[in-house]
């Protein structure tokens, strides 16, 4: 099982970024896929998950209206729309399945700062 992240970066105070993490070793299609964060000094949060065939997805209170998670499941990748981005939003953001299995990837590092 391996999960390989990117498209995190610099940006300014109401910017956006899109994340994208691909995931190999098991059976996309058949789990739901969540992206995680986590901040300097802070645990691992759940951010947002999107069940097998997209029809519906949650988001933490503290992304909802301005992330938007989304999958393919013929690229076995998942994304991660990150709009209006805030300095509390800095983190390393890491995808897995629901019930997190495997090695966690590098992640790829978020930074929200003018």
């Known amino acids: 099982v391996q999960f390989v992240e990117s498209g995190g970066g610099l940006v300014q105070p109401g910017g956006f970024l899109r994340l994208s993490c691909v995931a190999s070793?098991?059976?996309?299609?058949?789990?739901?896929m969540s992206w995680y964060r986590q901040a300097p000094g802070k645990g691992r949060e759940l951010v947002a998950f999107?069940?097998?065939?997209?029809?519906?997805?949650h988001y933490a209170d503290s992304v909802k209206g301005r992330f938007t998670i989304s999958r393919d499941n013929v690229k076995n990748t998942v994304y991660l729309q990150m709009n209006v981005l805030k300095p509390e939003d800095t983190a390393v953001y890491y995808c897995?399945?629901?019930?997190?299995?495997?090695?966690w990837g590098q992640g790829t590092q978020v930074t929200v700062s003018s």
């Open positions: 070793g098991f059976t996309f299609s058949s789990y739901v």
């Open positions: 999107i069940t097998t065939d997209s029809s519906s997805t």
């Open positions: 897995n399945t629901f019930a997190p299995q495997g090695s």
